[in-house]
T-cell receptor, first 112, second 119 residues
Framework: QKEVEQDPGPLSVPEGAIVSLNCTYSNSAFQYFMWYRQYSRKGPELLMY????GNKEDGRFTAQVDKSSKYISLFIRDSQPSDSATYLC????????????FGSGTRLQVQP | DVKVTQSSRYLVKRTGEKVFLECVQDMDHENMFWYRQDPGLGLRLIYFSYDVKMKEKGDIPEGYSVSREKKERFSLILESASTNQTSMYLCASSFPLGLAGGPGVDTQYFGPGTRLTVL
């Protein structure tokens, strides 16, 4: 079983829809939770991060972490065609391994 | 503006060849990483380095080695390329977590990737 599970999609939504992207994980030591966005033929770039449980909002994007359920989400409000990309969740603990553990990514297509 | 560059965007090699993938960052980051990205498998860590001449194995180091002689440069070496090493290779760099004055999290900055095909 993978340490981080993410639905690969693809997910196709109309412009303006609310999008929900999710990851589950098994390692209770994870404390930092990140969402990366990867456009076609580009490297991933950090979109948002949260530390421990809770919500964080940045414009149309909201990240949620529920450590009790080992479940994280990224919500995109008023989705735009420019949001079409692959979204990867990533996480790590406070100590120990310095590298991130990534989900497999969800491909999102926002139709105009 | 942060910059991570990789030596090639596309590379075609033959089975058994020795392959060098180069990564350079201009942000004075201590940490550097090599991942491979395959459909359905996401990013998998091959090796990372947290200082010059230091390296640690990631999740899939077999068939690969790395070199970090200078802080800004991290090389991935395929000693004898095989067809199952056909993949997208991504390099990343970051400050250490919690570095004073740095970002609140060790944001990894990625290069554009090298798509390697081994025939």
């Amino acid at each position: 079983q993978k340490e981080v599970e993410q639905d690969p999609g693809p997910l196709s939504v109309p412009e303006g829809a609310i999008v929900s992207l999710n990851c589950t994980y098994s390692n209770s030591a994870f404390q930092y939770f990140m969402w990366y966005r990867q456009y076609s033929r580009k490297g991933p770039e950090l979109l948002m991060y949260t530390y421990s449980s809770g919500n964080k909002e940045d414009g149309r994007f909201t990240a949620q972490v529920d450590k009790s359920s080992k479940y994280i989400s990224l919500f995109i409000r008023d989705s735009q065609p420019s949001d079409s990309a692959t979204y990867l969740c990533a996480m790590r603990g406070d100590t120990g391994r310095r590298a991130l553990t990534f989900g497999s990514g969800t491909r999102l297509q926002v139709q105009p | 503006d942060v910059k991570v560059t990789q030596s090639s965007r596309y590379l075609v090699k033959r089975t058994g060849e020795k392959v060098f993938l180069e990564c350079v960052q201009d942000m004075d980051h201590e940490n550097m990483f090599w991942y491979r990205q395959d459909p359905g498998l996401g990013l998998r860590l091959i090796y990372f380095s947290y200082d010059v001449k230091m390296k640690e194995k990631g999740d899939i180091p077999e068939g690969y080695s790395v070199s970090r002689e200078k802080k800004e440069r991290f090389s991935l070496i395929l000693e004898s390329a095989s067809t199952n090493q056909t993949s997208m290779y991504l390099c990343a760099s970051s400050f250490p977590l919690g570095l004073a004055g740095g970002p609140g999290v060790d944001t990894q900055y990625f290069g554009p990737g090298t798509r390697l095909t081994v025939l």
